[in-house]
């Protein structure tokens, strides 16, 4: 039976309840309202979520993964500059080619270009804070940005979220998009973050942690972050929207 299930393809494995957090989880309110109160059901993907549609693959610009620049009408963006960069990996480690990356997060000073936001730090006008890029032979992903403020938000009394960008990984079709976010090492906000604390094993919080890279750092200009995305498996990164396993 051992033998057997090693050739039968899954289409998902079961989310390790010790690793990811609980759909709904008082500590990060919010939770309590969106997140689900019954039992979650498991759908079959069809031939056509598994095979397609793709999109962006073929619209990727010059400037797309350097948010330096794509968005620049009268100058640079202010804040650190750094480049993100590491490897999209399968369950057993290898590099996974061709995957459209994409990335969005607050300005350096913590603010989100969005109407919806209205933190009273300034939008910066030559900063749009979005970007993709496609991996290439190796599985390796890098772009340029700033990197992002924290921000306050309404959980508790004072509760800040710490410098983080999101991320978004598509498989073959677009149905097959997993969504995550990664933090910074040394951060001092992480520990105190509710939502990053609604995950319950340490070792899980920590691979969402980018390292400082300074062998990849530009000197004299920018800093580098290492962060690897690992789609499943034991060390696979947890991934927001995927409910049904890791």
Request: glycine fraction near 10%; charge should be positive.
């Amino acid at each position: 039976m051992t033998a057997l299930r090693e050739f039968v393809p899954r289409e998902f494995v079961p989310r390790d309840r010790d690793q990811h957090p609980p759909a709904v989880t008082p500590i990060y309110k919010t939770s309590v309202l969106r997140g689900p109160h019954r039992p979650l059901i498991s759908l079959q993907n069809s031939l056509s979520e598994v095979t397609g549609p793709v999109f962006g693959h073929g619209d990727i610009g010059p400037l797309d993964n350097d948010l330096i620049l794509n968005y620049a009408k009268t100058g640079q963006p202010i804040g650190e500059r750094i480049i993100m960069h590491g490897r999209v990996l399968d369950g057993s480690g290898r590099p996974v080619p061709g995957v459209l990356v994409e990335f969005w997060q607050a300005n350096a000073g913590g603010r989100y270009r969005h109407r919806n936001d209205t933190y009273v730090a300034p939008v910066d006008p030559n900063f749009g804070g979005c970007g993709r890029t496609i991996t290439d032979a190796e599985g390796r992903y890098a772009f340029r940005t700033v990197k992002p403020g924290p921000y306050p938000y309404r959980n508790r009394g004072n509760d800040w979220r710490p410098a983080h960008i999101h991320f978004s990984v598509f498989g073959t079709g677009f149905a097959q998009r997993l969504i995550t976010q990664n933090y910074f090492e040394g951060d001092p906000l992480i520990g105190r973050d509710s939502i990053l604390g609604t995950i319950p094993d340490p070792a899980a919080r920590e691979r969402l942690v980018a390292k400082l890279d300074l062998e990849a750092a530009v000197p004299l200009d920018t800093l580098a972050y290492r962060w690897d995305i690992v789609l499943r498996g034991s060390r696979s990164t947890l991934f927001e929207n995927r409910l049904e396993g890791n």
